[in-house]
Nanobody, 118 residues
């Protein structure tokens, strides 16, 4: 059974930091592309950060220099370190695991709320 379990969300003041974690099970973690997406009220879900199976990372322009995606292969966990948070970062953040070659799959976590407000 596949599970992606996010944690670490919460309420933080502008300029603050949060670290999201996603613990994965039931997937080939080291061979998966792991991503963090977010969805704000009334907006479409957007890709925030992604790490390919080879470790290459990519970020949406609005978070470059502030967010860092990392993974711990031994613990099947991916993290999103978020610094200098802004009110516009407020959203539900979702963990995603995907694999485009056999066995192909895509899974989502349940989401964790991040609220940036004073």
């Amino acid at each position: 059974q596949v599970q992606l379990v996010e944690s670490g969300g919460g309420l933080v003041q502008p300029g603050g930091s949060l670290r999201l974690s996603c613990a994965a099970s039931g997937i080939i973690f080291s061979r998966s592309t792991m991503g963090w997406y977010r969805q704000a009220p009334g907006k479409q879900r957007e890709l925030v950060a992604v790490m390919g199976s080879g470790g290459i990372t990519n970020y949406v322009d609005s978070v470059k220099g502030r967010f860092t995606i990392s993974r711990d292969i031994a613990k099947n966990t991916v993290h999103l370190q978020m610094n200098n948070l802004k009110p516009e970062d407020t959203a539900v953040y979702y963990c995603n695991a995907a694999r485009s070659s056999w066995p192909m799959y895509e899974y989502w976590g349940q989401g964790t709320q991040v609220t940036v407000s004073s």
